[in-house]
Nanobody, 124 residues
Framework: QVQLVESGGGLVQAGASLRLSCAAS????????MGWFRQAPGKEREFVAA????????SYAESVKGRFTISRDNAKNTVYLQMNSLKPEDTAVYYC?????????????????WGQGTQVTVSS
C-alpha cells in the first residue's frame, strides 16, 4: 500500500520561507516522478511543481517560478518543496502526489497516489 505523508506546513508572515517534506512508502519511490499540488479555499486544486524520477527534470507553475524549488532524496524516499518569498496568495492545503511515469507531469491525471495534505497559511 502506497503512503505519502506531508509535513512542514504552518503559519508564516509574507516574505518568509517554509520547506515541505513528503515521505513515501509502499513502492519503489525512485522509479517515478513526484509532484506538489495545492488547493486554496473555494478553489480547485492546482499544480505547483513536479520532479522526474532522477531529480534532473523539474516543472513549475508560473505563479511559483523563481520562488519555489522542488527536490528529492531517493535514498530517503522523500520529496521536498522549498518555498521562499511566500505571499498571502500561496495560502492553501499542499498535497504531495506520486506519479506512474518517470517525467514531471503538470496535471492531476498524471498522479495515482496522494497524501493527506498539509496546511500553509501566509499572513500579510
Amino acid at each position: 500500500q502506497v503512503q505519502l505523508v506531508e509535513s512542514g506546513g504552518g503559519l508564516v508572515q509574507a516574505g518568509a520561507s517554509l520547506r515541505l517534506s513528503c515521505a513515501a512508502s509502499g513502492r519503489t519511490f525512485s522509479n517515478y516522478a513526484m509532484g506538489w499540488f495545492r488547493q486554496a479555499p473555494g478553489k480547485e486544486r492546482e499544480f505547483v511543481a513536479a520532479i522526474s524520477w532522477s531529480g534532473i527534470d523539474t516543472s513549475y507553475a508560473e505563479s511559483v517560478k523563481g520562488r519555489f524549488t522542488i527536490s528529492r532524496d531517493n535514498a530517503k524516499n522523500t520529496v521536498y518543496l522549498q518555498m521562499n518569498s511566500l505571499k498571502p496568495e500561496d495560502t492553501a492545503v499542499y498535497y504531495c502526489a506520486g506519479s506512474v511515469v518517470t517525467y514531471p507531469v503538470p496535471i492531476e491525471g498524471g498522479y495515482h497516489y496522494w497524501g493527506q495534505g498539509t496546511q500553509v497559511t501566509v499572513s500579510s
